[in-house]
C-alpha cells in the first residue's frame, strides 16, 4: 500500500485548491458536508471495533445481559445525534444551493470583495461541438476554437449550449461543471481570482473523440486580456456560416483557432438548430419547428430573441443547474417533438 500512496504525491487536487471564488465556496461547501458526516461515521466505525474486541467470544470478563433491552439514553444518543447532523445538513444544502445557483448573478469577488454597480460582466458564449469547444466574445466580435481567456477579477457569464449531443463544460478550478444541450441554453456565473493558466474539459461522455475534448482557461491581468483579443483579432479567418458548418464536423483534437470577426446571428442560429440553408429554427422549449421560418428569417428571429433574453434572466434565478431555456420562451398549448439532434 506505502507505494501506491506514493504515487498520489505527484497528484494536484484542483478541486481542493481551486482559484476561483465560486469553486472555492463549493470546496467549503464539500468540506463542511464531509465534516458533519464523520461526526457519525467515525464514532460508529470507532465503537464498531471497540465493541467486537470487548464482546468476543474468548473475553470472559465481559458483561453479559441477555435480558437488557432499553436505555433511554441510548436512545437519546441514537436518534438525536443523526437528527441534528441531518438538520444542519439541510439547512447548509438549502443556502447554498440558492446561493451558488449558477444562473444567479455574481455578489463578490472574492470573500473580502464585492461586486460594485459598474463592473460589466465579460459575456462568453460557448458551444460543445464534436469535440472541440467553441466560445463566442460577442462584445470584442471574436471567436475562439480551445481556448479560452477572461480578465482576473471580473465577473464571467458564460452562455452555454451545444451542436448535436449533449455535453458538459467543466473548468475545476473556477466554477463546477454545467450541462450543454442542443436547442436549450444554460448559463454560469463565475470569476478567477489568480492570473494562470487551468484546465478545462467535457465531463459527459459524448462519443469517440470525447477524451481529447480538452481546452485552455486562461486568467489574465486586464492588459494582457486586451493584447489576447488583439492578437485574436488579427487572424485572417472569420466565422460566418459556412465556415461554421464546417468547423462543426466531428474532428479530435482541434488545435486552438482564432476567428477575427463572427457573423452576430450565429450563436443564435446554433442554440436554435437553423445554421444549415433551409433548416427551420426551434420556436419554443420543447424545439417545436417555427414552420415558415426559413434561414432568411432566423436571423431576424434570433436577433429579437437574443435581445430579449436578459429580460428573462431574473425569472432563470431560482432554477438549479440542470435548468435549461431556449431563445424564446413562450410557451404551446400542445406537445411539441424532441429537439433537432437529440443526443446520441
Known sequence: MLPALALLAGCHAVLLHPEGDIALQQRDLIIISLGLMLLIVVPVIALT???????????????YDPEWHHSTMLELVVWSA???IIIALGALTWVSTHKLDPFRSLDRIS????????????TVEVVALDWKWLFFYPEQGIATVNELAAPVDRPIQFKITASTVMNS????????QIYAMPGMETKLSAVINKAGVYDG??????????????????GMSEQDFDAWVAKAQKSADSLDRDTYLRLAEPSEREPVHFYSSVDPRLYDAIMMNCVAPGQSC??????EPSHGKTLEAAGEHATAAHSGSDSSDDAMAGMDMSSMHTANQQPKSSPAPAPVGSPR
Open 201 to 218: 474539459f467535457s465531463a459527459n461522455f459524448s462519443g469517440d473523440g470525447f477524451s481529447g475534448m480538452h481546452f485552455k482557461f486562461h
Open 169 to 176: 463544460f467543466f473548468i475545476p478550478s473556477l466554477a463546477g
Open 111 to 122: 470573500a473580502s470583495k464585492p461586486v460594485t454597480t459598474d463592473v460589466k460582466p465579460l
Open 82 to 84: 443523526p437528527l441534528l
Open 282 to 287: 426551434a420556436d419554443n422549449m420543447m424545439g
Open 49 to 63: 471495533l471497540v465493541f467486537a474486541w470487548r464482546y468476543r467470544a474468548k473475553n470472559k470478563d465481559a458483561s
